[in-house]
């Protein structure tokens, strides 16, 4: 960056010179190689000539990706005896546009005994669980608390939303009873 373009709020690029370690810290969007001082991200220079601290403020911010200890919430789209597939939609309350997909195994549901996942969820149920381990790139998911597990159910025969009358699950349209490991607020609020 010459001296006559050195001021806050330049564009700038990956690898763009800002300046020399000597004249300034690195702050947030900066790396320093062999002594100059590069843009890390595509944004904007401040220039705290103060502190005498340079920062890049990116102008588009990185996808969401969901980590460990992340709660999501996402669509059932595969369920097996022993597991069930996720296709992640929201990381907390940020929805995302990237696509993630999630694994629920059985031992993950419940801190108690659960005999099939088909008793757990459906195909098409909207859930929100942890993840737990992301290890070989994989999402592991659990809904091992209260507060996860459904949230949205639709009838396995009719497709109507399910209402939750006690602790059962009766579709209002057909009568067909189902059974899920639903979250404490079912049916509250949007998905």
């Known amino acids: 960056m010459t001296d006559s373009a050195r001021k806050s709020g330049q564009f700038v690029a990956p690898g763009d010179r800002l300046g020399v370690i000597e ?14 001082i590069y843009s890390e991200v595509t944004g904007r220079t401040l220039m705290d000539m103060l502190n005498k601290k340079i920062s890049v403020f990116p102008l588009v911010h990185a996808v969401g990706v969901p980590k460990v200890g992340s709660t999501v919430t996402g669509q059932v789209s595969d369920v097996q005896s022993r597991s069930a597939t996720l296709r992640i939609i929201k990381i907390g309350k940020k929805s995302i546009s990237g696509s993630f997909t999630g694994i629920l195994h059985i031992s993950d ?17 909207i859930m929100r669980a942890r993840v737990v381990s992301d290890k070989n790139r994989v999402l592991h998911l659990s809904t091992a ?16 939303m399910l209402p939750l009358k006690g602790l059962r699950m009766r579709c209002t349209s057909c009568g067909k009873i189902e059974r899920r490991k639903i979250a404490s607020d079912y049916g509250e609020g949007e998905i």
């Open 23 to 36: 004249e300034f810290t690195l702050g947030p969007g900066t790396y320093e190689e062999e002594g100059t």
């Open 109 to 125: 549901v419940s801190p108690g005994f659960v005999e099939s996942m088909f008793d757990v969820c459906k195909a098409g149920d």
């Open 145 to 160: 608390d209260k507060n996860l597990g459904v949230v949205y159910a639709l009838c396995s025969r009719c497709g109507q």
